[in-house]
């Protein structure tokens, strides 16, 4: 078989089965010999991937498949001491400062381009997050080579055993917290290589050299075992996820790019856990209890991360009471920020929204800056899914229903299907809403709680949404304790058998 050696501008490309899409000119110039395209057949997108860019890849991911076939031998206490010597590291002032200086570094780039970097600062409370996630991590007894369950035939038994998975391969976006969350895969004996994104890459690269390769020699665990991708290029990311030596994919950032890496790691064969696009849903019955509605919304909108509020509907037979309450909440998250709030006002809803809203012009605090805009806009009905990435001014979607079922109904086909909450004073409403929505994470209050250092004490390497599903034998949280599988051993009192 013949490599691919070069491209041809308008070059028809077969996916899907039954479609056909074509080589762009910047795609044809780019190509060289050595480089690879991938096919993603979901989409028909073409993906270059540089021969050098795959090197780097491949590079970090035999780092670690090398890694992992060492991790057999590695003692429990050897793993604590490497969450400790981690942990240890990041609380040092003086071993922290170049991690520091980097970040400050990848911020100032970042805001030069525009970009956000509400993610990207490391600030002391993140930093404090990464360090306590750590010790989390050392403190939890390992499952590894726990007897989850014995069948018993007499002269003979089988045992099923947890084991580590393997290499679980991790392209996040800027957020340098989970750079160190991951690390938790180590815990019950996997190896783990990174790609973050590229606004963070400094960070990282600090990170690995002044805290986390000086806590895997002092433990005495492979070098390889936590690997990073050191390019910026998207690209790197492609190849490191087409890489059948992977046992798991983990891509968090934005939706698109996150459903793009998901669809080419499943092309090799390769299970994945994915997290793109977030925004919880609030729902408010006319049952519920102005107070309880008021703490929920504005405990929601503290800042813009995956939890955070997004969506939120109010039965129409107590809207006259309950929208000036979420109004006033979404006022009080503004000023708590310094700023203004930005309401979205499902089409057929506007009524319920009094006309000044409308009407005047405020300044919403942008990635580029503040930029004046209405305080509330008109929006499609059938766009209540959309996630508003927000810097500092708080942003949400109000909509008017008839009932808790028609919320429900809606949740479960335009949000991403990630986290609801009901306010609600009827038990019989709740037990209801739960069965309805199609959602990992349901509660009655403020939607921030979804996380799983937060609410599980565990950790997270991500939030699993169910946009195309329910998970298979596990929930909505991924998290290192999770990623495990089960060997069967079996043990013969008597050799003198057979079948």
């Given at each position: 078989m013949s490599e691919l050696m070069h491209l041809e501008a308008g070059m028809p490309i077969v996916y899907g089965g039954d479609k056909v899409t074509h080589v762009s000119d910047d795609l044809a110039r780019a190509f060289e010999p050595g480089d690879w395209l991938l096919v993603v057949q979901r989409t028909g997108d073409l993906l270059h991937i540089p021969a050098a860019e795959y090197k780097t890849a491949n590079e970090a991911v035999s780092a670690a498949w090398t890694a992992f076939s060492r991790m057999g031998s590695v003692t429990d206490s050897q793993i604590n001491s490497f969450y400790e010597a981690f942990a240890d590291r990041l609380a040092d002032d003086d071993l922290f400062a170049p991690i520091a200086a980097a970040n400050v570094e990848d911020v100032e780039r970042a805001r030069a381009k525009g970009r956000s970097t509400t993610r990207l600062e490391l600030s002391e409370s993140m930093r404090a997050g990464m360090i306590d996630g750590l010790r989390g991590w050392a403190s939890m007894p390992s499952q590894r080579g726990s007897v989850l369950e014995t069948v018993d035939h007499g002269s003979w038994r089988?045992?099923?055993?947890?084991?580590?998975?393997?290499?679980?391969?991790?392209?996040?976006?800027?957020?340098?917290?989970?750079?160190?969350?991951?690390?938790?895969?180590?815990?019950?004996?996997?190896?783990?290589?990174?790609?973050?994104?590229?606004?963070?890459?400094?960070?990282?690269?600090?990170?690995?050299?002044?805290?986390?390769?000086?806590?895997?020699?002092?433990?005495?665990?492979?070098?390889?075992a936590a690997s990073l991708v050191g390019t910026p290029s998207r690209s790197a990311g492609y190849a490191m996820f087409t890489d059948s030596r992977?046992?798991?994919?983990?891509?968090?950032?934005?939706?698109?790019?996150?459903?793009?890496?998901?669809?080419?790691?499943?092309?090799?064969?390769?299970?994945?856990?994915?997290?793109?696009?977030?925004?919880?849903?609030?729902?408010?019955?006319?049952?519920?209890?102005?107070?309880?509605?008021?703490?929920?919304?504005?405990?929601?909108?503290?800042?813009?991360?995956?939890?955070?509020?997004?969506?939120?509907?109010?039965?129409?037979?107590?809207?006259?009471?309950?929208?000036?309450?979420?109004?006033?909440?979404?006022?009080?998250?503004?000023?708590?920020?310094?700023?203004?709030?930005?309401?979205?006002?499902?089409?057929?809803?506007?009524?319920?929204?009094?006309?000044?809203?409308?009407?005047?012009?405020?300044?919403?605090?942008?990635?580029?800056?503040?930029?004046?805009?209405?305080?509330?806009?008109?929006?499609?009905?059938?766009?209540?899914?959309?996630?508003w990435e927000w810097e500092q001014s708080p942003e949400i979607t109000l909509k008017i229903v008839d009932s808790i079922d028609e919320a429900a109904k809606l949740f479960n086909e335009q949000s991403p299907r990630f986290a609801a909450s009901l306010i609600s004073s009827d038990q019989a409403e709740h037990d209801r809403f739960f069965e309805l929505v199609d959602a990992p994470f349901v509660g009655n209050g403020f939607t921030r709680w979804v996380d799983g250092q937060y609410s599980l004490n565990r950790p997270e390497l991500g939030l699993s949404n169910w946009q195309n599903g329910r998970l298979f034998g596990r929930g909505g949280v991924l998290s290192g304790a999770s990623v495990f599988t089960v060997r069967s051993r079996v043990t013969q009192s008597d050799l003198d058998m057979g079948r």
């Open positions: 089988v045992d099923q055993v947890v084991a580590g998975l393997g290499v679980v391969g991790f392209v996040f976006e800027g957020r340098p917290n989970v750079f160190a969350d991951a690390t938790g895969v180590l815990r019950g004996g996997n190896t783990v290589v990174f790609r973050i994104g590229s606004d963070a890459l400094g960070t990282a690269r600090a990170i690995v050299q002044h805290a986390l390769d000086p806590a895997l020699e002092a433990s005495g665990l492979p070098a390889g992977l046992a798991l994919a983990v891509a968090r950032g934005s939706g698109a790019a996150v459903a793009q890496l998901g669809s080419v790691a499943q092309q090799a064969g390769i299970p994945v856990s994915l997290h793109g696009t977030g925004g919880a849903w609030i729902v408010a019955s006319k049952h519920a209890d102005s107070s309880d509605l008021s703490n929920a919304v504005f405990h929601s909108l503290d800042r813009k991360v995956c939890n955070t509020l997004n969506t939120l509907c109010v039965v129409r037979e107590d809207a006259e009471r309950l929208v000036p309450v979420v109004l006033d909440a979404l006022l009080a998250s503004g000023e708590r920020l310094g700023t203004n709030p930005k309401l979205h006002v499902a089409m057929g809803s506007e009524h319920h929204v009094p006309t000044d809203w409308f009407d005047r012009t405020v300044p919403i605090a942008r990635a580029e800056g503040d930029v004046d805009e209405p305080q509330a806009e008109s929006i499609a009905g059938n766009q209540l899914g959309r996630e």
